[in-house]
């Protein structure tokens, strides 16, 4: 774009696939993130973080569909000491070099969480950005069915967090290991297994009888899909939560999962709204994975559920939270000469606790309103000769443009009540 005097100004948009979070927007971010929080810290997780940079090796271990995300979706740039580092793509690997790297201090079973920002170069669409923030959930140390169990109770349990009933969302569990145990079955080689995977993460992505066709051409009888039960550990884990009332989580043998490391128990979150079509969460069993750092594996269990994916499920159900801001009051000003004499007075006021915003008065009072209202501040206060005189002021509520005569002592239980 070319500006004034030929200038070229810069674009104010940000880098492909990636947000800005104006206040509005942060807001939501820190709500996910309370939201998640409050929700794993009552199941007994206990958070932990890294940085967001990785040596690529971490993401190179053997495995083509591994080899997919690291020569298609990652961010990888040479430092300058010659090393190949990548921007983290998920957390499950940070987190697994953690746990295998202090075994000895950390107590077993080990339930860990963090809410990072991950980056994958993806092609931009609703749902699928190039940087997005991850409740990560894992549980290490349990080859236990009951810990299977407990992490598909969180991610139920974090969609009750955020307002969902049962109908709007749908668990569907798979296993690697009826996976597994079907290609040596039909004796299946490493590249039509391969085919086999990806085609059945794909299933929900095309008609039935593109599935089939394809399913046919892999010489997969579509009946050992179409009619696979679950593995008995599975089949327990299902009856157990329909015993306690919850419906909606069901077994999908075309839920096989893209990562290499899932072993056993596999699962995605889906919303039932066909507008989003995307997964909102995605884990599973994986009890190979610290492998890589040491011979003595130790199992783990998780998944991983995306901030834009919740963002999209809330709003098609209205059941985003109004954004509020933290400031409770705008304070105006009558004249700018009375600009000090209002910020002792927004002092007055913060100093009970009441977060104040101040104008400096070189605006009209109108203007200065306007501009409260388009921060959503709830409540206006203005300062001028005769309230600073008399110590009577007036709080005016935006929002029904009620106006509440309050003495200057009156005005903190105002606010705090
Ligand atoms: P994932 O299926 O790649 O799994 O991601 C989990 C969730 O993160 C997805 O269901 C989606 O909500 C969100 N997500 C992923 N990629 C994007 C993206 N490009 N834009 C927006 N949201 C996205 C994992 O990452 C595993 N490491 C999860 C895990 C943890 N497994 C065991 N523990």
């Known amino acids: 774009l070319a500006g004034p005097r030929n200038k070229r100004w810069l674009s104010t948009e940000s880098y492909k696939g990636v947000r800005d979070f104006y206040p509005e927007d942060q807001a939501f971010l820190n709500y996910f993130i309370a939201t998640c929080r409050a929700m794993v810290e009552k199941a007994g997780y206990v958070e932990y973080g890294a940085s967001i940079l990785e040596p690529v090796e971490l993401y190179k271990n053997k495995g083509v569909e591994n080899e997919e995300i690291i020569n298609e979706q990652t961010y990888t740039f040479i430092d300058r000491g010659g090393r190949e580092v990548t921007l983290r793509p998920e957390m499950t690997p940070t987190v697994a070099r953690m746990v295998a790297g202090k075994r000895r201090e950390l107590g077993f079973p080990l339930r860990l969480y963090s809410i990072p920002n991950l980056f994958r170069y993806e092609r931009p669409q609703r749902g699928r950005m190039r940087e997005h923030w991850q409740l990560n959930v894992d549980l290490f140390g349990s080859e236990s069915l009951y810990a299977d169990a407990e992490v598909v ?213 109108g203007e200065q309103i306007k501009t409260a209202t388009k921060h959503k501040i709830p409540y206006v206060i203005v300062v001028g000769p005769d309230e600073l005189a008399s110590g009577n002021f007036v709080v005016r509520d935006l929002a029904t443009s009620k106006d509440h005569p309050l003495a200057k002592e009156e005005l903190p239980g105002f606010f705090l009540a």
């Open 153 to 365: 109770g969180v991610a139920y349990g974090v969609m009750k967090a955020f307002g969902a009933s049962d109908d709007d969302f749908v668990i569907k569990v798979g296993s690697r290991v009826w996976l597994k145990d079907l290609i040596t079955e039909l004796k299946l080689n490493d590249e039509t297994a391969h085919a086999l995977r990806r085609l059945l993460d794909a299933k929900g992505k095309m008609p039935a009888d593109e599935f089939a066709a394809k399913l046919a051409e892999l010489g997969v009888p579509e009946k050992v899909v179409l009619n696979a039960a679950p593995p008995a550990d599975i089949a327990r884990m299902l009856g157990e939560f329909a015993a306690a009332g919850i419906a909606n989580i069901v077994f999908d043998p075309s839920i096989v999962r893209g990562f290499d490391y899932y072993t056993g128990l596999v699962f995605e979150v889906f919303d039932t709204n066909p507008q989003n079509n995307r997964a909102l969460f995605g884990g599973g069993r994986y009890d190979n994975l610290t492998e890589l750092f040491d011979d003595e594996p130790i199992p783990g269990v998780g998944f991983g559920m995306g901030d834009a994916t919740i963002h999209n499920f809330l709003e098609v159900r209205g059941l985003l939270p109004a954004y509020i801001p933290p400031t409770h009051v705008y304070v105006a000003v009558t004249s700018p000469e009375l600009a000090g004499e209002a910020q002792t007075f927004a002092g007055y006021l913060r100093g009970h606790g009441i977060n104040v915003a101040i104008d400096f008065g070189d605006k009209k009072l």
